[in-house]
C-alpha cells in the first residue's frame, strides 16, 4: 500500500468518526503574528487545519504552531516558535506512554529518523509505526472546556475569561479493548499548549495503569558541552517552560513540580557533542510513582494536565512576563485580588467591629485568622449557627467573611497519619493521610461548614505536601505506587468544589492550577518581629523577588498589626495610631504594587485619623486599581540606601503605565529614573502625569526608555502615570 493511499485510508477514518474537522489551511492561517504578543493584540484566533495535502494536522494560533503526521501513525513532527522561527523538536517520538498490567506501551508515533540531532521532512516519507505502538484511529477538533466551575464572585480583572479562549484537538488511538485519547489545547494570544489524556477500558476486566507518561518531546538543547564533569550540571533547554497541575509541597512551580520526571538523557540521540551522551534534552512528563490505578470496565481514567509555555526570549524579565500572563489565561481565578482583614478572635464583639470597620475602609474580606480561635471541624449546630451569624452580618455589610484550618504539620494518631517508605518523612514533620477515616471525616465537616455558614473565603494551611505512604486504606488507596495519585485527587477535588462556590482559597502551597488564588508572595515569617523600619525594606523586597514568577494578586504579604512570632512593641503596629507613619508605609509598600497583605490583628483603626488614612489610601488603591492589578516591570530593588521602584504595565488599558517610586531615606529626594516603557505598548512620545503634578510629555528613546523625573518625600512614595499622548 503507498503513503498516499495509506493516508486516504486514515483520512477517511478519521473524517467520518470526527464530531470536528479541521479545516484546509491556506497561508494566512499558518503564517506569524507580525507583532510581539506580549505587547499587541493579536486579533487572530487558535486553530486546527489540515495541510500537506491532508496528510498533517497544524495547531496555531499566529505565535506558535504545533505540527502532527497522520500517517503511517500520528506522530507530533514539528513544534516552532512563530516569533523567531525556531524548530524546538530534532526528532520524532511517541505521543505518550503508558504502563498497563506492567507492559509500557507507546502511543503513536514513528520509527526509523536516522539522525536524531535534527529532521528533515523527506525522512518522514520512509519513517514507519513501531509495530508495538498503539495506532491511531481519528482525531476530532474541539473548543476548551473549563477544567472545573470557576463562579465568578469577584471582578478584578474585567478580561479574565474561563475556559480560556483558543481551540483544542483529541487525538484517538486504540487497540485491543483500550481506547486512549490524547487531547491538547492552545489559546488565543499566549503560546501555551497543555496536553493530557484518557484511557478507556472497553475489556471485559479491569486494567492496572501502573504508569503515565504524557508528553515526550525530543527538544532541542540549550547547548551541548563536549564534557561532563561531576558537580557542574549540565543545560536544561530553554526554549519551553513546563510545569504541571500535579503540583504540591513547594512555593514556585520548580519546587511543587518535584515530583514530576521532566527532562531526562536521550539514548536516541547518539550524535549529540557532548561525549558521554548525558546531555539532559529529551522531555518527558511523568510522575515520580503512580498513578497504578485499577481501571474497571467501561471506565475512563483522566490523568494530569501539563502546561508547556514556548519562549521566544531571553531576558529575565520577557521571560517572567510571559509566565505571568500564561498564569492569568489558564487559572484566571488568580486575578481575584480582595482586600482581607485578618482577625485573631471569634468574639462575636471583636468580629463584628472588625467587619463594621473593614466595610467603612473599603477592605472587601475579614478572615478569621490562625490564633482566632475558628474551629472548623466544629459540627456542633448552635457553634454553626453562631458563626452563620457572623457570615450574615457581614453580607449585611457587603464584605465577605472566611477563615482558617489547618490540614498538615499535626499527628491523629489512630492509624491515621502517612506512614512513610523507608528512608523517607513526611515533607511537615508529620501529615494526615487524605484517604484515611480521619481524613475523609476532616474534608466531610469541611465541607458541611461551608455549606452552613456560606463562608466565602478559606485559608488552608499545611496543605497536602505530596507525602508517600505505604499504607493500604481501601477503598481509596491500595498502598504506596498509588498513595500520591490518590491524596492528590482528595484534595483538588476539595478545592476546586471550593472554586465552584465562589470561595476565595489562600494555601501556602502551589494549587493555582487547581483552584487556589493565593500563595505566599516569599517571605521568612519571623522577619516580621524585626524592628517596623526594617519590615518597610523587606516588604519591597520580597515583592521584588516575588514578582519574578507571581502576579501581584498571586503573592500574599504580611502587616502584623499586633504581635506575630514575636519582636514586642518594636515590631508591632498597635496602637495605631501611635505608628500612624509607618501603618501607612506598609499599607502603601503593598498595595502601590498591587499586592495584597495580611493585616493581621483586631482592628482596622482605633482612632479617626487612623480610620481616615486607610480609607484614603484604600480608595486610592480603587482608583487606579486596573493598572495596579497588572504586571510589573521590575526597576530598582529595595536596599534602604536610596528610591526603589517597579513600573506597572497593560497595554489594553488607557493608562498604560504606572511608575511607582519610594524613598526610604528620612529625607526628600528628588532622581531623574531611566524607565524602560517597551511593555506599555507606548512607542514615540509618553504622556507622564505625575501626583499633584503637571502632565509633561516624554519622548521614548530607541531603546524604548523614557527619562522621569520624581521626587519623593521622606519614607514616603509618589507615583507616575504613563498613557499616549
Not at 551522551?277 to 497504578?292: F, I, K, N, T
Not at 500564561?326 to 482577625?343: C, D, G, K, Q
Not at 490518590?486 to 478545592?495: G, M, T
Request: hydrophobic share 40%; charged share 25%; with cysteine.
Amino acid at each position: 500500500m503507498t503513503a498516499m493511499c495509506r493516508t486516504s485510508c486514515v483520512l477517511l477514518l478519521v473524517l467520518g468518526a470526527a464530531g470536528g474537522q479541521a479545516p484546509v489551511a491556506d497561508a494566512s492561517d499558518l503564517a506569524p503574528f507580525d507583532g510581539d504578543w506580549l505587547v499587541e493584540e493579536v486579533g487572530r484566533k487558535a486553530g486546527v487545519f489540515l495541510s500537506d495535502e491532508g496528510r498533517s494536522l497544524v495547531m496555531t494560533n499566529g505565535i506558535v504552531s504545533r505540527t502532527w503526521r497522520l500517517a503511517p501513525n500520528a506522530a507530533c513532527v514539528s513544534m516552532r516558535a512563530l516569533r523567531t522561527g525556531a524548530s524546538l523538536l530534532r526528532a520524532v517520538r511517541p505521543e505518550a506512554r503508558l504502563v498497563l498490567d506492567g507492559e509500557p506501551i507507546d502511543v503513536g508515533g514513528l520509527i526509523g529518523q536516522p539522525n536524531h540531532a535534527y529532521l528533515l521532512p523527506e525522512w518522514l516519507e520512509q519513517m514507519k509505526p513501531d509495530p508495538g505502538a498503539m495506532p491511531f484511529v481519528g482525531y476530532e477538533v474541539l473548543k476548551p472546556r473549563e477544567r472545573f466551575l470557576w463562579k465568578r464572585v469577584r471582578h478584578h480583572a474585567p478580561d479574565a475569561a474561563w475556559p480560556p479562549r483558543g481551540i483544542a484537538l483529541r487525538l484517538d488511538f486504540a487497540r485491543d479493548g483500550v481506547k486512549v485519547s490524547v487531547f491538547y489545547e492552545l489559546y488565543d494570544g499566549v503560546p501555551v499548549f497543555s496536553k493530557w489524556l484518557t484511557v478507556t477500558n472497553a475489556r471485559e476486566r479491569g486494567i492496572e495503569i501502573d504508569r503515565v507518561t504524557t508528553e515526550i518531546l525530543a527538544v532541542v538543547e540549550h547547548s551541548n558541552p563536549v564534557e561532563h564533569r561531576a558537580g557542574v550540571p549540565l543545560p536544561k533547554p530553554t526554549s519551553l517552560h513546563v510545569e504541571t497541575d500535579y503540583a504540591m509541597g513547594g512555593f514556585n512551580h520548580e519546587h511543587a513540580n518535584r515530583w514530576m520526571n521532566f527532562w531526562r538523557t536521550d539514548p536516541q540521540y547518539g550524535t549529540q557533542v557532548n561525549y558521554a551522551r548525558q546531555m539532559p534534552c529529551l522531555l518527558e512528563v511523568s510522575p515520580m510513582r503512580g498513578p497504578d490505578v485499577i481501571l474497571p470496565p467501561g471506565e475512563t481514567f483522566t490523568s494530569f494536565r501539563t502546561f508547556e509555555l514556548v519562549r521566544d526570549g531571553g531576558d529575565r524579565e520577557r521571560r517572567s512576563l510571559a509566565v505571568r500572563r500564561m498564569y492569568r489565561t489558564v487559572a484566571p481565578w488568580v486575578t481575584e485580588n480582595p482586600l482581607i482583614l485578618h482577625v485573631v478572635s471569634t468574639r462575636e464583639d471583636v468580629v463584628k467591629r472588625a467587619i463594621d470597620q473593614a466595610a467603612e475602609c473599603g477592605f472587601e474580606m475579614v478572615s478569621l485568622s490562625f490564633g482566632s480561635g475558628l474551629n472548623m471541624e466544629n459540627v456542633d449546630e448552635a457553634y454553626l449557627d453562631r458563626i452563620k451569624g457572623l457570615v450574615d452580618h457581614a453580607n449585611a455589610r457587603g464584605v465577605h467573611l472566611g477563615g482558617y484550618s489547618l490540614l498538615s504539620s499535626r499527628r491523629i494518631g489512630g492509624g491515621n497519619d502517612v506512614v512513610s517508605p523507608d528512608g523517607e518523612k513526611p515533607a511537615h514533620g508529620s501529615c494526615p493521610a487524605l484517604t484515611s477515616p480521619w481524613g475523609q471525616e476532616y474534608f466531610k465537616k469541611l465541607r458541611a461548614f461551608f455549606e452552613r455558614t456560606g463562608f466565602l473565603q478559606f485559608t488552608h494551611d499545611g496543605s497536602y505536601p505530596g507525602d508517600f505512604d505505604v499504607t493500604a486504606r481501601p477503598p481509596l488507596q491500595r498502598g504506596l505506587e498509588d498513595s500520591q495519585w490518590a491524596q492528590w485527587n482528595v484534595i483538588c477535588d476539595f478545592y476546586r468544589w471550593l472554586r465552584g462556590r465562589g470561595v476565595y482559597l489562600r494555601v501556602p502551597d502551589y494549587y493555582y492550577l487547581q483552584g487556589s488564588s493565593e500563595c505566599g508572595m516569599g517571605y521568612r515569617e519571623v522577619n516580621w518581629s524585626l524592628p517596623r523600619a526594617q519590615q518597610v525594606v523587606h516588604t519591597r523586597q520580597n515583592i521584588f523577588d516575588g514578582t519574578w514568577s507571581k502576579t501581584p494578586s498571586m503573592g500574599w504579604m504580611f502587616v502584623p498589626l499586633t504581635q506575630y512570632h514575636g519582636g514586642g512593641a518594636a515590631a508591632t503596629i498597635e496602637p495605631l495610631d501611635k505608628h500612624l507613619e509607618h501603618y501607612r508605609r506598609m499599607i502603601d509598600s503593598n498595595l502601590g504594587l498591587g499586592v495584597q497583605a495580611v493585616y493581621r490583628g483586631h482592628r482596622l483603626y482605633d482612632t479617626s485619623r487612623v480610620r481616615d488614612m486607610v480609607k484614603e489610601r484604600v480608595g486610592w488603591f480603587k482608583e487606579h486599581r486596573h493598572i495596579l492589578e497588572s504586571d510589573v516591570v521590575h526597576g530598582r530593588r529595595a536596599d534602604g540606601q536610596d528610591v526603589d521602584w517597579m513600573l506597572h504595565v497593560n497595554p489594553r488599558l488607557a493608562v498604560k503605565g504606572m511608575l511607582v517610586v519610594y524613598n526610604p531615606l528620612e529625607r526628600q529626594v528628588t532622581r531623574e529614573l531611566r524607565v524602560n516603557v517597551y511593555y506599555t505598548g507606548l512607542r514615540d512620545r509618553v504622556r507622564a502625569t505625575p501626583e499633584n503634578g503637571q502632565a509633561r510629555e516624554l519622548v521614548v528613546s530607541r531603546d524604548f526608555s523614557v527619562r522621569v523625573s520624581v521626587t519623593v518625600p521622606a519614607g514616603g512614595m509618589t507615583w507616575v502615570k504613563l498613557s499616549g499622548s
